[in-house]
């Protein structure tokens, strides 16, 4: 149990976040209750393994330069608190809400969801707001281009290789309703943090409890994750036209071109765009291992 617990709060400690009880119950790699991992982390606390941060109900690892470093448990709790403004505060922004609002109205847009750090409401000021997109059955490279052209509109958007990315809109990820499927070979602890952190603002025709519903992998890796939303139906909101077909056949030719040519680490298929131009994805499996 001891060392299920130090796994989660060291895998956190990487994105500078103490989680708080709920979210290590969550996390938490092995069934259990929550009464025994709540006398667990008791234990440890009164061993002075963990402790808990100043006026909060986080918890970090005594002791380790990954999680205080020079800060006091005051100072710490109050970096936490300031990253939760800002990110509220970029949330809030007149131009993502608008943009927001707009996406929203596009009917091949089926969900929009908050993903990375912006999800945890753990974003730096510096930091730019990553989506994912769930989009209707064979309109993926057409809401790809709609999103960001309003992006563009809104002065949004990031551009590829721009480092420069403060409240900037990054869409990362784009899935057909048709394949929600993670990949296989994707299907790894960072993954499935993501899966279950991000935060659906747009949810239509019941996208976000299909996606989920569509990765019921993510419950092997967290068991106590497992939630009563496998009863959300399938169904088709808009019916494909021959215009509509062809105007995505033409979008797909232009982007697929345009994404070659400055490939990295993207994966693109016909059901799935992954856009992690720094595979941060990598790098994070790096520091599990």
Not at 43 to 61: A, D, F, G, P, R
Not at 187 to 208: C, D, I, S, W
Not at 265 to 282: A, R
Request: charged share 30%.
């Amino acid at each position: 149990m001891e060392k299920s617990i130090t796994q989660v709060i060291k895998y956190f400690s990487i994105f500078k976040y103490p989680p708080n009880f709920d979210e290590i119950y969550s996390f938490f790699p092995k069934k259990t209750s929550r009464k025994a991992l709540k006398k667990a982390i008791l234990e440890m606390e009164h061993q002075k393994k963990i402790k808990t941060i100043y006026e909060t109900s986080l918890v970090e690892l005594r002791g380790q330069r990954y999680t205080m470093g020079e800060y006091t448990a005051r100072e710490y709790a109050k970096s936490l608190n300031e990253r939760r403004q800002i990110s509220e505060k970029k949330l809030n922004g007149w131009r993502f809400r608008a943009y927001l609002k707009l996406v929203s109205l596009l009917p091949q847009v089926r969900l929009i969801g908050l993903s990375g750090s912006i999800s945890m409401l753990n974003a730096k000021a510096s930091d730019d707001i990553d989506l994912f997109i769930i989009t209707s059955k064979k309109r993926l490279f057409t809401s790809r281009f709609l999103c960001l052209l309003l992006t563009q509109v809104f002065g949004l958007r990031r551009k590829y290789g721009e480092r420069e990315v403060k409240n900037k809109v990054c869409l990362n990820l784009f899935f057909d309703e048709s394949n929600l499927v993670v990949p296989k070979h994707k299907r790894t602890n960072f993954v499935g943090h993501e899966v279950m952190q991000m935060k659906p603002l747009v949810n239509k025709n019941q996208a976000y409890e299909r996606f989920i519903k569509a990765n019921s992998w993510v419950f092997k890796l967290f068991p106590n994750s497992k939630s009563d939303i496998s009863h959300a139906v399938t169904r088709t909101l808009i019916k494909s036209t021959i215009v509509g077909d062809l105007i995505e056949v033409v979008l797909k030719y232009v982007e697929t071109i345009l994404i070659n040519s400055h490939k990295t680490n993207e994966l693109i298929t016909d059901t799935q765009l992954w856009f992690h131009p720094d595979d941060f994805e990598k790098k994070i499996n790096g520091k599990i291992k």
